[in-house]
Nanobody, 116 residues
């Protein structure tokens, strides 16, 4: 059973910061792209950020310049550093991994709420 385990969500005021973590099984960590998606109430799930096995990154336009995705190689963890948070960033954030010929995996989700 492949599990992606997220942590780090919570309640933060507008303009604040949070760091999300996604623990990835070691055998998949170095060789696969890892993504963060989010889903707000009543909206479709959307891609927020992605990092390839080589370290290249991609961001949704709505978070460019505010969010940073990175790999913590020592702990097989992918981080999403979120700064200058806005109320519209409120959503459940999911870690995602597509392993070719094996499967597509999602974490359980972590709630991020941006509110004063």
């Amino acid at each position: 059973q492949v599990q992606l385990v997220e942590s780090g969500g919570g309640l933060v005021q507008p303009g604040g910061s949070l760091r999300l973590s996604c623990a990835v099984p070691q055998r998949f960590f170095s060789s696969n792209t890892i993504d963060w998606y989010r889903q707000a109430p009543g909206k479709q799930r959307e891609l927020v950020a992605a990092i390839t096995s080589g370290g290249s990154t991609n961001y949704a336009d709505s978070v460019k310049g505010r969010f940073t995705i990175s790999r913590g190689n020592a702990k097989n963890t992918v981080f999403l550093q979120m700064n200058s948070l806005k109320p519209e960033d409120t959503a459940v954030y999911y870690c995602h991994m597509n392993v070719p010929f094996i499967g597509i995996y999602w974490g359980q989700g972590t709630q991020v709420t941006v509110s004063s």
